[in-house]
């Protein structure tokens, strides 16, 4: 079950890593290319257990979850929550929650249940 989970781990970084690339290539715009390459190292360090891919998953999955907050809490300043129910702009949520807070949790639970511990230092 462990092997799973590491290569659903490593599988989500490289997936997001390859869609950063193909936006970036499709749109032109390169302000955010640079993040692939640390998407896919993770996948691949992820994927070989290397203690080096923990911390940088940490990283990553904080810079993931926090530009979609960064963006929700642009929409709420413009106004997108003002005219509709609670309910609905909690629904609205949803999404996001599903494709950016969970697999980010996802990987930042493989990460640290499965891959090896760093080294003490004394």
Known sequence: MAIAQIWLAALLLLCAG????????RTQVWQWAWVAIPLIAAAVGTATRRNWAKPLVYILATLYIGVWLYEVWNAFRAGVFNDRPALMNALSLVPGLGLVVLPAAYCCYVVSA??????KQI
Request: aromatic share 22%; no cysteine.
């Open 18 to 25: 390859l869609y950063v690339l193909r936006e970036s290539w």
């Open 114 to 119: 499965y891959l090896r511990a760093l080294p």
